[in-house]
């Protein structure tokens, strides 16, 4: 079975399937006989079948429905009214939104030429019934299944923007880890020979095993010193490049995006950049924003920077990477506040000028 959309397009198929039943359910009351009851019946059976299903219930419910409602509705009503064509088109249109593969257009056909046989047999109107369902259930695709079709799609869209925002922070991750490799890797090789060495010459040359282990020591504080200015580089990134190219993503996202700055320099712009690259990863991970505003301010001898998006749908303030961000800028005496209202996500960074 398809996964039914949340959204207003479930509302949609509430109100297509009400519809469906609107003509039956007069031609039914316009019964002079007492059967009109059993015609009454049945279409409370469809309606109880269809919320039923609509809501994720199992699609063999509506199809029993559909079935008994034949006796009894179909004999029901004016045949000018052509009372179970109405059932017939909804059942027709309503099978492509439920089912998946090919069942869903085998289901269709079926239960359009379905139609046309209960229509030759309760009133000889055979190709009047098929045509009233082709034309119920083309309105219904079209009203129904081309929205869900289209909702389908900016999903695809929205996870291959995850997608992407995930790679690229794979791919510093990699980046980094390779420069740290490359960086120890040879170090620690030489640092490991000569600690062995050292170890073999303790008992019979002291002295030389003395100069070796000096050398270990050597070796250990310039690979140390070599690690800090790597992660130094690596942590130190120039703001004004990174609020464009932030602005950039965003947009290439789909997301409005607009930037307030003032000129900022020093560890203070690095942490700000740093913090930046997280809350453009959280606007792109895990919300469906529209529109993003980044404003980075000097008030009170802080530099402040706030990001404002209408992405609230999957709130991340709890996450690992804003709490790293908060453990990080605690360090150098900065702080991360986060604000969630009805339509806005905020994420405040302040740190200290």
């Known amino acids: 079975m398809n996964d039914l959309p949340h959204t207003a397009l479930r509302g949609t198929l509430h109100v297509l399937w009400a519809s469906c039943l609107v003509v039956p359910l007069i031609a039914v009351l316009r019964e002079p006989s007492a059967t ?7 279409l409370l059976a469809l309606a109880v079948a269809y919320a039923v299903t609509l809501r994720g219930g199992p699609v063999w419910v509506l199809v029993a429905a559909t079935l008994v409602s034949i006796p009894l509705v179909a004999p029901v009503g004016p045949r000018e009214m052509s009372t179970w064509a109405w059932i017939g088109g909804a059942a027709a249109g309503f099978a492509p939104l439920l089912l998946t593969g090919v069942w869903r257009w085998l289901a269709a ?6 139609t046309g046989v209960v229509g030759a047999f309760v009133a000889h109107y055979a190709t009047t019934y098929q045509m009233i369902a082709v034309a119920v259930g083309a309105t219904i695709l079209a009203m129904a299944g081309l929205p869900m079709w289209f909702a389908g799609l900016l999903a695809q869209a929205r996870a291959g923007r995850e997608a992407q925002a995930e790679l690229a922070v794979s791919e510093e991750r990699l980046r980094f880890a390779r420069d740290v490799h490359d960086l120890l890797g040879h170090r620690l090789t030489v640092i490991a020979l000569k600690a062995e060495l050292a170890g073999r010459l303790a008992s ?12 270990v020591q050597r070796l250990a504080s310039s690979a140390l010193e070599e690690v800090r200015d790597a992660v130094h580089g690596y942590r130190a990134v120039n703001l004004p490049e990174q609020l464009e190219a932030v ?14 700055k003032v000129p900022v320099h020093g560890e203070s712009a690095t942490q700000l950049a740093l913090a930046l690259r997280e809350a453009c990863t959280n606007v792109l991970r895990h919300s469906h924003a529209t529109w993003c505003m980044i404003d980075v301010a000097v008030v ?3 530099v402040r920077m706030t990001v404002t998006n209408d992405g609230t749908e999957k709130p991340s303030g709890s996450g690992n990477g804003l709490r790293g961000m ?17 339509d806005s996500f905020t994420l405040q960074v302040v740190v200290p000028a």
């Open 36 to 42: 009109r009851w059993l015609g009454v019946l049945g």
């Open 109 to 114: 056909i079926c239960a359009v030429v379905l």
């Open 204 to 215: 019979t040359d002291p002295e030389r095993s003395s100069v070796e282990a000096f050398e």
């Open 247 to 260: 602005r950039n993503v965003l947009r290439e996202a789909g997301i409005r995006c607009t930037v307030t």
């Open 300 to 302: 009170d001898g802080e």
């Open 326 to 342: 908060s453990e990080r800028l605690v360090a150098v005496g900065g702080k991360v506040s986060v604000e969630q209202s009805a």
